[in-house]
T-cell receptor, first 114, second 112 residues
Framework: KAGVTQTPRYLIKTRGQQVTLSCSPISGHRSVSWYQQTPGQGLQFLFEYFSETQRNKGNFPGRFSGRQFSNSRSEMNVSTLELGDSALYLC?????????????FGPGTRLTVL | AQTVTQSQPEMSVQEAETVTLSCTYDTSESDYYLFWYKQPPSRQMILVIRQEAYKQQNATENRFSVNFQKAAKSFSLKISDSQLGDAAMYFCAYRSGNQFYFGTGTSLTVIP
């Protein structure tokens, strides 16, 4: 099976712009989670989707939003970009939302905000 | 609030030796899962090992094993017979329900 794919792999934006990141989960996986990884804060949970519904959301401002499509692909949107949004954004998929299921991570999208 | 603490930002180990990475967590839940993830430089994060809180037996995966002390809320990772390919950032993680928390990571260097 193909692994989790994320597009684009690299992105450069300027402050105030918005950005959309895409994640395609492993075939058959219905749960997609998003994480922000920065050197200072480490890995932080953004949100998780299952069957097109947001199941939970981390402690991020409303500028961060996401959605999941019927084919389980997910997008994450960040509006009004700030310098502090520069990070590696990771997507992970699993069969279900239970901790019993292994999460498989994608390679990430590295976002740089200038 | 649930938190995960990795007190060792960096660790090093001689090839073929054993190293233990520390992790402590804080939770009021009784049902949760603990994980160790490995993130090699410029490569994808992969699951190393998983422990269910309700299981008393420590999880093992080949050269990787954990020491799970539920009362102490401690979850350390032991890597035996370290190999050069073990060099990576290691993250301890906690999950309960739909919430997932990661530690800040431990960078492991393997010395040939």
């Amino acid at each position: 099976k193909a692994g989790v794919t994320q597009t684009p792999r690299y992105l450069i934006k300027t402050r105030g712009q918005q950005v959309t990141l895409s994640c395609s989960p492993i075939s058959g996986h219905r749960s997609v989670s998003w994480y922000q990884q920065t050197p200072g804060q480490g890995l932080q949970f953004l949100f998780e989707y299952f069957s097109e519904t947001q199941r939970n959301k981390g402690n991020f401002p409303g500028r961060f939003s996401g959605r999941q499509f019927s084919n389980s692909r997910s997008e994450m949107n960040v509006s009004t970009l700030e310098l502090g949004d520069s990070a590696l954004y990771l997507c992970a998929s699993s069969t279900r939302t239970s901790g019993r299921d292994t999460q498989y991570f994608g390679p990430g999208t590295r976002l740089t905000v200038l | 609030a649930q938190t995960v603490t990795q007190s060792q930002p960096e660790m090093s180990v001689q090839e073929a030796e054993t190293v233990t990475l520390s992790c402590t967590y804080d939770t009021s839940e009784s049902d949760y899962y603990l994980f160790w993830y490995k993130q090699p430089p410029s490569r994808q994060m992969i699951l190393v090992i998983r422990q269910e809180a309700y299981k008393q037996q420590n999880a093992t995966e080949n050269r990787f094993s954990v020491n799970f002390q539920k009362a102490a809320k401690s979850f350390s990772l032991k890597i035996s017979d370290s190999q050069l390919g073990d060099a990576a950032m290691y993250f301890c993680a906690y999950r309960s329900g739909n919430q997932f928390y990661f530690g800040t990571g431990t960078s492991l260097t393997v010395i040939p």
